[in-house]
Every structure is written in C-alpha cells, then in structure tokens.
C-alpha cells in the first residue's frame, strides 16, 4: 500500500509540474516578483540594441548566434534590444506603414535565437534621441504630411504623429516571424514591450504629458497583446509627485516621474537606469559611487513600498574613455549594482536583475562605444557576470524548491483525502 501512495504521488506531482511548464511559458508578475511557471523568475542580462540590424545580414548573422551562445554561457536570462529603426539608411521602416522586410527577418532571427539558447528579450519600440530615428523622425514625417509641428516633443502630443506610432507598435506586436511561424504577441521568447527607449519631454517638466502619452501608449499595446508585460523604458528620474526625491536626481529634469509614470496601471514593471559617469562629469569616482549607491537603495525600496512592482536596472555601465579608467573601476561598478540586486532578490524584494550596457560578439569594432563587453577580453568582468548569473540561479531553485514542497504536501493531502 505504501508503494502504491509514493507512486500515485509522484505521478500526480510530475503530471502537474508538467502540465504547469507547458502551459505557461510567458513571463507574468506576481506582487514585485517576476514570474514564470509559477516561480520567481531573474533577470540577470544584457543589452544589445543592434542584434536587429545585424541579423539582417546573412554574412554577419553568425555575431549575433555567437553573442546569444556567450550569454547563454555565462547564465544571462534577458536581453534587450531595438525593434526600431526609422527612416535613414537600411532603416526598418521607411516611412509611416512602410517596412523593410529584410530588416524584420533581421529581427525574426534575433528572436529565433534567443528562443535557442533561453534567452527572453525585451524589445524597444522607438528612440527617444536621433540615433535610428526616434521621435524626431515621426515629427518630420508628419510635417511632410501637412502638419506644422516646431518641437520634437510633439511627438507625444500630435494626433497624426501619435496614429504613426501606434501603427507601428500594431506592425511589429502583429508581425509573424519568419522562421517560427509565432506572430510577436504570441511568442513566450518576448518578456516585454519598451515604449521608449529612455523618454524625455523637456518641454513639459511638469510630466503631465509624459504621463498621458504612457497611459495612452500602454494601454494601446494591451489592447493588442495581453501575453506580454509593458514598461515605459524610464531612466528612473523623480518628478513632482515626489518632490522630496528629486534631491537623488542628478541635477536636470526631463519631464517624467519614476513613481507616477510607474504608477500606471498597465505598466507592469519599472526600469533604471544608471549612469554616473555621464550624469556627473564634474565628479570624481568617489563622488560617483556615492551617488550610485543612493540611486540603487531609494528605487529599490520605492519598488518595493509605493510601486509595489519588479523593478530591473534595465542600463549600467562604465566607459573605458573617461581619463584615468582601470578595470578596476568598471568592476566596482557592476558589483556594487549586483550586490543591491542580490540582496534585495535574497529577502524577497523587488529588485529583480540587471541589464549591462552593452554585449558585442568579437569583430564589432565599429560598434564599440566604450562601455561594451566582449568575454573574451574582459575576463574579470566576465567572471562578475556569470557570478550574479550563478547567485540569482540559487535563490530561483530555492523557491522553486519551496513551491515544488507545497505542490508535494498538496498531492499527499489529496490522496489522504482520497482514502
């Protein structure tokens, strides 16, 4: 009789793990915890915004297999990247409606093989700066168009320009890969939608329209694709619902609200980024690392009791082309932004991973902006990587381990029951 429990019992048990794995493949949020298949899920990733852009090209596709390959080894789960790029040269959509089929297969092959090797991505859905167009493009399309628009802000206040962007969030959530067959919105492979990459409405420093255009945008994606989770592709920066806060900005304001813009409803999780090195040119390592270190312990714990959302510092980093850099310096920085995500993963808080600036493959020259991180010429680094990976991995399997104790006391239960 003894046997014939045991056995009635792990046969339930490998029947409803299974059933659990299968059926739900997509990342979803649960309080400040990500979640997939019923257990805390980390982010520990990368960025590598060009993996569209080079997959369009069957002679240089093997870079983005190999970077993809190198992340998968180094235990990275998410990386994010463009599926933008407007107007200019090879760009993915010409004019508003009008897309360059070679470059989506670009990005049907980056997502082809991030699905390969475990990888989720979150996918960017336009720039905020000129670099691949951005917003200054749409408000130049709507001017050939008749409009007579004078600031590149419009682009979050103009009806036409507003129509030209949700068109293109239709394009891409709808697109079916060429490769899987999977239209966008029903691809596990995707963790997330990004609005913007790093919005800002200087006009506005009030935040009242970066506030409408989030609320309008992310509820435009959900109506389309309910599957995937939204985030606005903030930098992080207070605004005037918490006028206190401001004191950790750096000293600028660019008209959005970390809490309120967060606060939304249809924004699933919130994003930071951190660059010290940037915002305080004038300051030296020291100064800098304090300042760092304020930035990560105030959003983590804003995540944590006023958001009440996963919060991932989707950009960090520290550029080699500032005078004096060691490697050491670099190193600083990416243990200190692991360990306040550890710790605050560790206790079960909201602080669910990071994202480097930037992954490249090896015979990227051309892309290097001084912040990149190819494994094989940075070993140190690399091994703080794949560390964290290592790190984040535990805490993951201890609750999976705890859920998998809950699911065993629920089967034996129902069998007790059942005698």
């Known amino acids: 009789m003894k046997l014939w429990f045991y056995f009635i019992y792990f046969l339930y048990l490998f029947l409803y793990v299974r059933a659990d794995v299968i059926s739900d493949g997509f990342i979803k949020t649960k309080g400040v915890h990500f979640m997939l298949n019923g257990s805390p899920f980390y982010a520990n990733g ?115 320009v507003k129509s030209y962007f949700k068109n293109h969030i239709k394009a891409v959530l709808t697109r079916r890969n060429s490769i899987s067959g999977v239209e966008y919105k029903d691809d596990p492979t995707i963790m997330a939608w990004e609005l913007m990459n790093e919005p800002r409405c200087q006009s506005d420093p009030s935040g009242s329209t970066m506030q409408a255009w989030i609320t309008e945008m992310a509820s435009y994606v959900k109506s389309i694709d309910n ?17 206190q806060k401001q004191q950790f900005n750096p000293n600028f304001q660019v008209g959005t609200d970390f809490i309120a813009n967060n606060q939304i409803p249809e924004i699933d999780f919130a994003t930071v980024h951190s660059y010290p090195d940037q915002w305080l040119t004038g300051a030296d390592d020291e100064a800098q690392l304090n300042f760092l270190n304020d930035w990560l312990r ?18 960090f980093g520290k550029t080699y082309k500032t005078p004096g850099f060691t490697p050491e310096q670099r190193d600083l920085v990416f243990n200190t932004v692991y360990s306040y995500i550890f710790r605050s993963a560790r206790s079960g808080g909201a602080a669910a991973g990071g994202l480097f600036w930037q992954l490249m493959a090896e015979g990227m020259d051309s892309y290097r902006d001084g912040y990149e991180i190819i494994f094989s010429e940075s070993p140190n680094v690399s091994d703080i990587i794949f560390q964290q990976s290592k790190r984040l991995n535990k805490i993951r399997k201890m609750y999976a381990r705890l859920r998998n104790i809950e699911k065993w006391k629920r089967a034996r239960d129902k069998i007790d029951h059942g005698n």
């Open 46 to 160: 990368f960025n590598a915004y060009w993996l569209m852009y080079i997959g369009s090209g069957q002679s240089q596709r093997d870079k983005v297999s190999s970077a993809l390959q190198d992340a998968a080894r180094h235990g990275l789960t998410v990386g994010r990247t463009w599926a933008f790029s407007d107007g200019g040269y090879s760009p993915l959509q010409y004019h508003p409606g009008s897309y360059n089929e070679n470059m989506f297969q670009g990005l049907d092959f980056a997502i082809s093989e991030a699905e390969k090797n475990g990888i989720k991505l979150i996918l960017s859905l336009v720039n905020n700066y000129n670099d691949f167009g951005g917003k200054k493009q749409y408000v130049d399309w709507a001017n050939t168009q008749g409009q007579s628009l004078t600031s590149e802000d419009d682009f979050f206040k103009n009806a036409a």
């Open 227 to 243: 599957n995937h989770l939204v985030e606005a592709g903030l930098e992080g920066f207070y605004g005037h619902s918490d006028a």
């Open 298 to 315: 105030v959003h983590i714990e804003d995540a944590q009791s006023i958001l009440k959302k996963p919060l991932i510092f989707a950009e």
